[in-house]
């Protein structure tokens, strides 16, 4: 069962920037030493993982048990290795300051590859996704796309690749048309914009197109999803520092398990997400 939005925005306040590590029971271990040392793991035996845990349905607290999609694959990825998985629960902004810093060995948190973000880390990708706009559904406003925006106020998530976009290619896009730019909001976690959406603060939401399905599934019809397809597709990966060879291949073999023994496809299918890519 997922945790109820005004729950997580408790839970991400409580939780604070840099969360506590959250350890999970029913991962394998059982590598020597010498064989988790050539993991590229910080700590012997353990795969340490950022995540924001107010995402769902890619990552949220179940209680205080991580849940979703990106805690789900980072065990069987853990597993698959010999490793047993931890979690730091970690606002998105300061996800990759978190791992350039020492916090965590990988990123997973739908982080979508971009060209600045290259510049930063090391990726494996692992599916594709897009963003999705939502409104509420007793409003007027139904935007089917982008340009349906122009001159509204717009929630998205602090520190999202979805951000620049609104406000340069987009909001460019207005303005060529006589219309205003996009008023963007950056909230710290997704369930805060949501709240924004409800309360009447935001016209309306862009967010992930999962998440905008499970925040609209929870409000009992109060939000809907008014675009009429993916916005922006992107490819989302893990993400590992510049130059840590040896984790990158140790999550990328285990991935190519996942793949291969059907766990993966499992997972997707589990939580409705986007297509895969290509092992």
Request: net charge neutral; proline share 4%.
């Amino acid at each position: 069962m997922r945790v109820p939005v005004p729950a997580l925005i408790r839970s991400a306040t409580a939780l604070g920037a840099i969360g506590v590590l959250l350890a999970l029971s029913g991962c394998s271990g059982g590598s020597s030493t010498a064989e988790a040392d050539a993991s590229g793991t910080m700590t012997a035996g353990t795969l340490t993982v950022g995540s924001d845990l107010t995402y769902p349905p890619y990552a949220y607290l179940d209680g205080k048990t991580p849940a979703g999609f990106d805690p789900d694959i980072s065990r069987a990825l853990a597993k698959a290795s010999g490793l047993k998985a931890t979690f730091v629960d970690t606002r998105f902004e300061q996800l990759i300051a978190g791992l350039g810093t020492g916090h965590f060995d990988v990123i997973a948190s739908d982080l979508y590859i971009t060209d600045e973000r290259k510049k930063q880390v090391d990726f494996i990708p692992y599916f594709t996704t897009g963003n999705s706009i939502v409104v509420k559904t007793s409003g007027s406003l139904k935007p089917t796309g982008v340009t349906g925006l122009c001159g509204k106020t717009v929630a998205v998530i602090k520190g999202g690749q979805i951000v620049q976009k609104l406000r340069d290619e987009a909001s460019k896009e207005c303005e060529a048309k006589g219309g205003k730019a996009i008023d963007v909001r950056e909230f710290a976690t997704d369930p805060e914009g949501t709240q924004a959406l409800l309360s009447g603060q935001v016209d309306a939401q862009v967010t992930d197109g999962a998440v905008a399905k499970a925040a609209a599934d929870k409000t009992g019809g109060k939000l809907t999803i008014s675009s009429t397809e993916l916005i922006y597709p992107v490819q989302s990966g893990l993400a590992v520092k510049r130059g840590d060879t040896a984790l990158k291949k140790t999550l990328t073999d285990a991935l190519a398990e996942l793949k291969k023994n059907g766990t993966y496809a499992e997972l997707l299918k589990k939580y409705n997400l986007g297509r895969a890519e290509a092992s």
